[in-house]
């Protein structure tokens, strides 16, 4: 059974960091795009980035370019999200999730259809 299971998540002020982890079991870790996706109340869910099966490659969306920054430990099942300088408009819940697919374009990284595993999601709130 694969599971996904995200961590880190919590309450920061503005202009804080806060480093989400995702640690995966029951899948071959080493062989699937990871990405990051979130969402806020009454919103869809957004793709952050993604990152490639070796983390050779990442991509992110511009919101979060230069602040953000995801990272893998395949020794470790695990891949994380490290988050700077935060805003209150990254409030959201924070999920990872697997796609057996290659790392490919960011059209495709982004749709949320693509994962075939996600998790249960962190809530991230950014106070003002």
């Known amino acids: 059974q694969v599971q996904l299971v995200e961590s880190g998540g919590g309450l920061v002020q503005a202009g804080g960091s806060l480093r989400l982890s995702c640690s995966a079991s029951g899948l071959t870790f080493s062989t699937y795009t990871m990405g990051w996706f979130r969402q806020a109340p009454g919103k869809e869910r957004d793709f952050v980035g993604a990152i490639s099966e070796s983390g050779g490659s990442t991509y992110y969306v511009d919101s979060v370019k230069g602040r953000f920054t995801i990272s893998r430990d395949n020794a470790k099942n695990t891949v994380y999200l490290q988050m700077n300088s935060l805003k209150p408009m990254d409030t959201a819940v924070y999920y990872c999730?697997?796609?057996?697919?290659?790392?490919?374009?960011?059209?495709?990284?982004?749709?949320?259809?693509?994962?075939?595993?996600w998790g249960q999601g962190t809530q991230v709130t950014v106070s003002s």
């Open positions: 999730a697997a796609d057996r697919s290659a790392f490919t374009t960011a059209q495709l990284m982004g749709r949320p259809a693509r994962y075939d595993y």
